[in-house]
């Protein structure tokens, strides 16, 4: 089983819907949890991170973590072209809380 | 410009050259990790340091690939005898510390192709 798993996509929504971006992972014992976004040939933006279960919004953007069922997931509420990119999810993996292990990352089009 | 700043941005080196990469962390942030990504693969952490001090470098490669961050300037990757599979972007990011949640910001990246 992958560390950190993600659906690569592309996930493809109309502009306006809800976006829905979901990640597993394998360690039990992680407990930090960091969604990134990802434009083509830049670098990683931090969007969220979440460290409790339950939900958190900052903006449009909800992250909702079940540790028991091992996932993290992101909403994206009112989607825009702009939001088009690649997410990445990214966890604290193996006892560490420093070294962050990502998903390949799920391929978002939003169409206008 | 408070961000994490990388450079250069785009490097390119023949087989067998050195390759340097050189980063400032975010003001404040005394933190510094190195990340790798591979054409079509993800995010690879390489190491971490703190101010003179390698705290993991299990990411790194064996061979030809090391990092410091002195006391003074910023830190550095440097990979030696460089070969075409070095061809990657690599990152820097910084982070205040580890109390908190430990959030990580990344810098610009420098994509290095190795002709």
């Known amino acids: 089983q992958k560390e950190v798993e993600q659906n690569s996509g592309p996930l493809s929504v109309p502009e306006g819907a809800i976006a829905s971006l979901n990640c597993t992972y394998s360690?039990?014992?992680?407990?930090?949890f960091f969604w990134y976004r990802q434009y083509s040939g830049k670098s990683p933006e931090l969007i969220m991170s979440?460290?409790?279960?339950g939900d958190k919004e900052d903006g449009r953007f909800t992250a909702q973590l079940n540790k028991a069922s091992q996932y993290v997931s992101l909403l994206i509420r009112d989607s825009q072209p702009s939001d088009s990119a690649t997410y990445l999810c990214?966890?604290?993996?193996?006892?560490?809380?420093?070294?962050?292990?990502f998903g390949k990352g799920t391929l978002l089009t939003v169409n206008p | 410009n408070a961000g994490v700043m990388q450079n250069p941005r785009h490097l390119v080196r023949r087989r067998g050259q050195e390759a340097r990469l050189r980063c400032s962390p975010m003001?404040?942030?005394?933190?510094v990790y190195w990340y790798r990504q591979l054409p079509e693969e993800g995010l690879k952490f390489m190491v971490y340091?703190?101010?003179?001090?390698?705290?993991?470098e299990s990411g790194m490669p064996k061979e030809r690939f090391s990092a410091e961050f002195p006391k003074e300037g910023p830190s550095i990757l440097r990979i030696q005898q460089v070969v075409r599979g070095d061809s990657a972007a690599y990152f820097c990011?910084?982070?205040?510390?580890?109390?908190?949640?430990?959030?990580?910001?990344f810098g610009p990246g420098t994509r290095l192709t190795v002709l």
């Open positions: 990011a910084s982070s205040q510390g580890l109390a908190g949640g430990n959030e990580q910001f």
């Open positions: 360690d039990r014992g992680s407990q930090s």
């Open positions: 979440i460290y409790s279960n």
């Open positions: 990214a966890v604290n993996i193996g006892g560490s809380n420093y070294k962050l292990t």
């Open positions: 003001k404040g942030h005394s933190h």
């Open positions: 340091l703190q101010k003179e001090n390698i705290i993991d």
